[in-house]
């Protein structure tokens, strides 16, 4: 699993013109779910995230997460980012889950958010999204687990 992670003043995704999800301060996720991904990678990485000392204290440094913030989290699904650009022009997308696995790990991670009482909003798998965001900072993590099986 790979999730390109942006601190965000604000962020939302459209679908057809309708706000499909939007929240304020927090966390936009673009969630990249592989071909080799379980349970326990999900687990690993929500947890991660969700504990990801991102956002600053009274110092100026960054010493708090999206939890100790109250800050929202909106997840958008992205099997882009599961691409592997190394060889040629053209990027490969074999690592990427098939969508049945792909829609199901999405929902979990949506679900996961919500059950550590994170305030989650999404957009809609495998819809064509328009996502806008105002970074904060900008400040990006990529948070990446790999499967047994994933190849690079």
């Not at 304020?24 to 990249?32: R, T």
Request: include cysteine; hydrophobic fraction near 45%; aromatic fraction near 6%.
């Amino acid at each position: 699993m790979k999730v390109v992670v942006q601190r965000v003043k604000s962020a939302k995704v459209t679908v057809d013109g309708a706000i499909s999800g939007q929240i304020d301060k927090g966390l936009l996720l673009l969630a990249g779910v592989c071909q080799a991904d379980t349970p326990d990678i999900l687990d690993w990485v929500c947890n991660k995230i969700a504990g990801l000392r991102i956002f600053s204290d009274e110092n100026q440094k960054m010493h708090l997460s999206v939890q100790d913030v109250g800050g929202a989290i909106l997840v958008v699904s992205n099997f882009t980012v599961c691409g592997n650009a190394a060889k040629g022009f053209r990027p490969s997308f074999t690592n990427a889950a098939a969508p049945e696995l792909a829609e199901n790990m999405y929902e979990e991670i949506i679900l996961k958010f919500r059950e550590m009482g994170i305030k989650t909003e999404s957009g809609i798998f495998g819809a064509m999204m328009d996502v806008e965001l105002v970074n904060d900072g900008p400040v990006t993590v990529i948070i990446e687990k790999k499967g047994a099986a994933t190849q690079e």
